[in-house]
């Protein structure tokens, strides 16, 4: 079942018994658990009937007897249990699983790992409660998820500042929303869209020195705003880690190699498709691919892996991240 399926159903008061939610994204994990805590039981009903365990602290056997109490003048009371990937022996939940509680809610937090699908664990929960397996977003999915995070709070975003944000932040989507919640709140009033001025002003990403627009530059081969961004990052390489900026380039580079090789290029949302881009986007993997040809594409690939391994050591005892940083740039120009 999907994030939004659990969600409705919870608000049209549909409870299942248990919640088994597992995943290395923690972030939906969190949005169900935090629902279930504050909206299944009234704040009277929670005194009596709301009980919070942590892994650490938890055997197996508490969290079932817990689970198979009754609820005191309520119709049902709430386990949650955090970090049970902790738990030693967690498949001894199946003699709770294969007869729980109707009135309980059990909700156990899984995070960072999943159950064994060849189990009879996960069978079971499977057919009795929820199975909800919360997976990373690849990076080029972030900002599609920005756009409907943003819709559901009727606000919207510029592609170019869901770039920015997405490169920042990479894929973790707890600090994203965090961030976008303080970019909502600071927006003047009548306003409604983000742009990369509020992203700078109010999160302190530059949106003229970020790899975004180092991209930009290479794509056009402007070599002073090249060379100005990669200056900006040697002096401020806390902000701008080289290791962020290789890993950037190396994906640009790579769906500019892919670009060459689509066979039919006049559909935008094809090539975005196949690309796995905004269609937004496609136009400067077409600048770029007419700056470059595949062999000189190839070889700017060979020259990132060649400089990553130079920034841990390889080859390389004293040049700084920055210096290699001007060096590659300029190769990659020339």
């Known amino acids: ?16 018994p248990i919640y088994f939610l597992s995943g290395e994204e923690t ?31 938890t055997e197996i056997s508490t969290v079932i007897n817990t689970a198979k109490r009754f609820p005191m003048m309520a119709n049902h009371q709430v386990v949650i249990v955090k970090e049970a990937q902790n738990i030693k022996k967690i498949e001894d939940l199946i003699h709770y699983a294969e007869n729980p509680l109707q009135s309980t809610l059990l909700v156990i937090n899984y995070k960072y790992k999943t159950l064994d699908k060849r189990k009879k664990l996960y069978k079971i929960i499977n057919e009795k409660g929820i199975l909800f397996e919360s997976k990373k977003l690849y990076e080029n999915e972030v900002p599609s998820w920005i756009n409907a ?11 170019s500042a869901g770039m920015l944000l997405t490169e920042y932040l990479g894929n973790d989507l707890s600090k994203i929303a965090n961030e976008l919640d303080k970019l909502i709140i600071t927006l003047p009033e009548g306003e409604f869209n983000i742009t990369t001025t509020h992203i700078e002003r109010n ?23 090249a060379n100005r961004i990669v200056n900006y990052f040697g002096a401020n390489p ?27 290029k006049r559909d935008r949302r ?8 905004n269609p937004f986007f496609v136009g400067d993997y ?18 990132l892996r060649e400089y990553d391994l130079k920034s841990k050591g390889y080859q390389n005892v004293s040049t700084s991240h920055g210096e290699l940083l001007k060096e590659l740039v300029y190769k990659i120009l020339h």
């Open 286 to 303: 077409e600048k770029a691919a007419k700056n470059y040809n595949p062999k000189k594409t190839v070889e700017i690939i060979s020259l």
């Open 203 to 225: 999160i302190g990403i530059s949106k003229d020195y970020n790899n975004f627009e180092l991209h930009k530059a290479l794509t056009q081969k402007n070599v002073l705003k």
């Open 270 to 277: 094809s090539v975005a498709a196949a690309l796995k881009v």
């Open 1 to 16: 079942m999907s994030f939004e399926q659990i969600i409705s159903d919870l608000k049209n008061k549909i409870y299942k």
């Open 27 to 57: 972030y939906f994990i969190d949005l169900i658990t935090k629902y279930i805590h504050d909206n299944v039981l009234t704040d009277a009903e929670k005194s009596f009937n709301q009980t919070v365990l942590y892994g650490k602290e």
């Open 149 to 159: 995070y943003l819709k559901n709070k009727n606000r919207t975003i510029d592609p």
């Open 238 to 264: 806390k902000d701008n880690p080289f290791t962020l900026t290789i890993s950037t380039l190396y994906h640009f580079y790579s769906k500019v190699l892919t670009y060459h090789f689509i066979k039919d």
